[in-house]
């Protein structure tokens, strides 16, 4: 128990220690950075989606306002019929051809779009969350080496003969033990 306390172990304890403060610091910084990339992605994406959305329902009500003058005009004043059925839009053609007009398939066609930036803005809100994991479990790395480098700086300045200097070495060394653990768990996510 001695030999934990002596300047040699104590010197290595703080210089590793240092090191892994100053790179979980570091990896704090640049995985921050790549959350909050993936939050101002999917934000825009999620904004496109919902301008698509109000897009579509648009062209779904044009559709049926169309759709309503077509079914009124037919058999009236075929040249009106012809004005609105000309008017329609591609999906709601190919839903008359179904003999379905409005179906689950003409919605799935109308909001395609929409859907496929929504999917997109969970896939970037799904990363952004791995980021943001990762950068907490590195948080916390980072924390218990400061805490650890603290410990080995404090038994280093006690002198040789106290009995606190190898018990703050030996936190200071399971600060390490713990921090490797945590930086490995975290590049593992």
């Known amino acids: 128990m001695k030999r934990l306390g002596s300047e040699l172990v104590l010197g290595i304890l ?38 698509r959305y109000d897009t579509g329902l648009q062209l779904i009500i044009l559709d049926y306002t169309m759709f309503d003058g077509f079914y009124i ?29 409005f ?24 990363k952004a969350d791995h980021a943001y994991a990762k950068e907490s479990v590195l948080q916390l790395a980072m924390l218990i080496a400061a805490l650890g480098l603290a410990f080995a700086a404090y038994a280093s300045l006690l002198k040789e003969d106290s009995r606190l200097r190898p018990f703050f ?5 399971i600060m390490l033990i713990i921090n490797i653990s945590q930086s490995l768990t975290a590049y593992s996510l």
């Open 73 to 101: 005009s037919t058999g009236l004043d075929d040249v009106a019929a012809n004005y609105y059925e000309s008017s329609f839009s591609d999906a709601l053609k190919a839903s008359m051809d179904r003999n379905d007009p």
């Open 169 to 173: 070495a030996l936190l200071a060394l």
């Open 103 to 126: 179906d689950k398939k003409y919605y799935d066609e109308m909001y395609a779009l929409a859907d496929e930036k929504s999917a997109q803005a969970a896939e970037e809100f799904a």
């Open 14 to 51: 703080v210089v590793t220690l240092s090191i892994f403060t100053a790179a979980n610091n570091y990896a704090v910084y640049k995985i921050g950075g790549v959350g909050g990339a993936h939050t101002a992605s999917a934000r825009q994406l999620l904004a496109d989606a919902n301008a």
